[in-house]
């Protein structure tokens, strides 16, 4: 079985910055990336950021510039700072641990909310 426990997140105004965390437990195979998502009502479930094995790093355009992740493989654990929020950021963010070689198994956190209002 494998967690995934989300923290951080809430409420920050317009142009400050807050961070989440996302720590992975269980029986863990090999981790092929972990990051993060977003989703409002209505619309999909959208990629904010990825890091994956070695490192490598993917941003969703809108966010390119004011977020960046991080990873403690030790841990198992993701992090991601958001700088310079703005009202769109406003979301529950989801972290998200993909594991596996041949068969590839997503795992989901339950999300944290995100707030940008002033």
């Known amino acids: 079985q494998v967690q995934l426990v989300e923290s951080g997140g809430g409420l920050v105004q317009p142009g400050g910055s807050l961070s989440v965390s996302c720590a992975a437990s269980g ?3 090999t981790i ?3 990051g993060w998502y977003r989703q409002v009502p209505g619309k999909q479930r959208e990629s904010v950021a990825v890091i994956r094995s070695g490192g490598i790093t993917n941003y969703a355009d809108s966010v390119k510039g004011r977020f960046t992740i991080s990873r403690d493989n ?3 654990t993701v992090f991601l700072q958001m700088n310079s929020l703005k009202p769109e950021d406003t979301a529950v963010y989801y972290c998200n641990l993909e594991v596996g070689r041949t068969i590839l198994v997503n795992y989901w956190g339950k999300g944290t909310p995100v707030t940008v209002s002033s």
Do not use: Q
């Open 74 to 76: 030790a841990k198992n």
């Open 32 to 34: 092929n990336s972990m």
């Open 27 to 29: 029986s863990i195979s």
